[in-house]
Structures are given as structure tokens and as C-alpha cells.
């Protein structure tokens, strides 16, 4: 099974900042990386498919890059909306599987 | 617009059943994979059973294989999940997904 290591855990960051998260597979997984941000109380939205893809209607200050093992949600200024939990997810080969997550929180 | 819209969550006994579906809408249901995802309280995503657009193949991890199965009606797009042998760390809100489109989730609580 491979494994996704996400870093940090926690992260706390102001208005305005730009922020990174990143993830590292414990294979290649061919960049079949996703990342989707979650609400609390709220299902889980994918913002970024296949390592650097924006899905539609999620804003250009998210964006993603990445290779082989090592993966990265930028966020370029972060908005208030912005403060929410972020997970990755390889989705190379069976099972699928999540990263723990990052909770973004105002400083 | 796409929709999924997901029911059968509710409080049961460990080893016991229950069966999840999942409604689709605002798509053709027959040409997409689908995936239950769930979330344990205050936990992250794990992900929990993967079907193919014909319900030919199905796959699932270690953690549900021989208890879960995952099956589609094509005819009534929709989604099911049909769950056995229930523990009390099946407890978690279940999503059904397709790509980017997930429904809100139900939530299934497994305890005596």
C-alpha cells in the first residue's frame, strides 16, 4: 500500500500569506495526486486533481505541483474563506489513500 | 446540476447491517466510476469502496474487504453500500463521490 506523509499537521498563517502543504508518497505515484479542502461541518471539495489541475470555480490562488513522491498545494494569499482543513490523496493505484491532513488556522 | 444524495445512515448494533445508498442526479450515471469515502468523528478521509461504471469491478481496502460491498443500479443511478459484521470503527460519516462531486454524507453510528 503506499503511504501519503502530509505535512504539517498544523498550520497557522494571516491574511495575506502565502502557504504550502505539502505530501510524500512512499512510491511514485505518477502524479495521480489530488488535493480537496474540507469545512467543518461541510463534505470534503476536490480544488486540484492530477497533481496541478484547478478544478472549475475553485480561484487560481490555489495551485499544485509535484513529482514522483513529492507533492504541494500552494495557496499564492490566503483568504478568510481559505481557513479550513486540506487533504491529499493518491489516487495511482489501489487503495486509495488520504494524507492525515493539514488544519490552516488564522493567526 | 450534479447531485448525490445519500441515505440509510442511523445507529446500529456492533455485528450487525446496513445498507447505504446513494441517489445520483445531473449525469449520465453509467459512464462514471463511483467511490463511498467516510470520516470518523474528528478524524481524516479514508477511503472505502471504489465501482466501476458497469459494476463489473469493485475494490475496496483491507479494512472492509469481505464485510463491505459496494453495487450500482444503473437504471436508478443509483449507489449502494451495503454493510456487514458491523464494528465500532465503522462509525463515521459516509460520502458518496464522483471525481469532484460529492454528496453531504450520512451518518452511520455503530454501537450497542
Known amino acids: 500500500d503506499i503511504q501519503m506523509t502530509q505535512s504539517p499537521s498544523f498550520l497557522s498563517a494571516s491574511v495575506g500569506d502565502r502557504v504550502t502543504i505539502n505530501c510524500k508518497a512512499s512510491q511514485n505515484i505518477n502524479k495521480y495526486l489530488n488535493w480537496y479542502q474540507q469545512k467543518l461541518g461541510e463534505a470534503p471539495k476536490r480544488l486540484i486533481y492530477n497533481t496541478n489541475n484547478l478544478q472549475t470555480g475553485i480561484p487560481s490562488r490555489f495551485s499544485g505541483s509535484g513529482s514522483g513522491t513529492d507533492y504541494t498545494l500552494t495557496i499564492s494569499s490566503l483568504q478568510p474563506e481559505d481557513f479550513a482543513t486540506y487533504f491529499c490523496?493518491?489516487?495511482?493505484?489501489?487503495?486509495?489513500?488520504f494524507g492525515s491532513g493539514t488544519k490552516l488556522e488564522i493567526k | 446540476e450534479v447531485q448525490l444524495v445519500e441515505s440509510g445512515g442511523g445507529l446500529v448494533q456492533p455485528g450487525r447491517s446496513l445498507k447505504l445508498s446513494c441517489v445520483a442526479s445531473?449525469?449520465?450515471?453509467?459512464?462514471?466510476?463511483m467511490t463511498w469515502i467516510r470520516q470518523a468523528p474528528g478524524k481524516g478521509l479514508e477511503w472505502v469502496a471504489s465501482i466501476t461504471n458497469t459494476g463489473g469491478s469493485t475494490y475496496y481496502p483491507d479494512s472492509v474487504k469481505g464485510r463491505f460491498t459496494i453495487s450500482r443500479d444503473n437504471a436508478k443511478s443509483t449507489l449502494y453500500l451495503q454493510m456487514n459484521s458491523l464494528r465500532s470503527e465503522d462509525t463515521a460519516t459516509y460520502y458518496c463521490?464522483?471525481?469532484?462531486?460529492g454528496g453531504q454524507g450520512t451518518l452511520v453510528t455503530v454501537s450497542s
Open positions: 445531473g449525469f449520465t450515471f453509467n459512464n462514471y466510476w
Open positions: 490523496l493518491q489516487h495511482n493505484s489501489f487503495p486509495l489513500t
Open positions: 463521490t464522483r471525481g469532484s462531486y
